[in-house]
């Protein structure tokens, strides 16, 4: 079993930065055993509907951004504190969203992450 919680949503102006973390408790040391990704649903939409943001393949530690972000967004994780974090910069309002932490499974070849262990999620404001 693996418990995340996310954090660092909140409301930021159109243009500016944020940095979310999520932090991952577990038997065994979960950042060795998972991969680990970044989702987020949209107003109005559902939760199956949650988009793909980026993901980080372990143990290489290889990164993936969806397309459209990958110029604003980086996701990474600190080997020190055991976080998971994503930094996205120049937001819009059309950003705004819940954000979640996830850990599963990451396919390099189908680029599809399969989650196994979901955070509750941070809601991020992007004002205009």
């Known amino acids: 079993q693996v418990n995340l919680v996310e954090s660092g949503g909140g409301s930021v102006q159109a243009g500016g930065p944020l940095r979310l973390s999520c932090a991952a408790s577990g038997s065994g040391r979960p950042y060795n055993t998972y991969d680990w990704a970044w989702f987020r649903q949209a107003p109005g939409k559902e939760l199956q509907e949650r988009e793909f943001?980026?993901?980080?393949?372990?143990?290489?530690?290889?990164?993936t951004t969806a397309d459209s972000l990958k110029a604003r967004y980086f996701i990474f994780r600190s080997d020190a504190n055991d976080m998971l974090y994503l930094q996205m910069s120049r937001l819009a309002p059309e950003e705004t969203a819940v954000y979640y932490c996830?850990?599963?499974?990451?396919?390099?070849?189908?680029?599809?992450?399969?989650?196994?262990?979901w955070g509750q999620g941070t809601q991020v404001t992007v004002s205009s």
């Open positions: 943001v980026a993901a980080i393949k372990e143990p290489s530690g290889a990164t």
């Open positions: 996830a850990a599963g499974s990451y396919n390099t070849n189908s680029h599809y992450f399969e989650a196994k262990y």
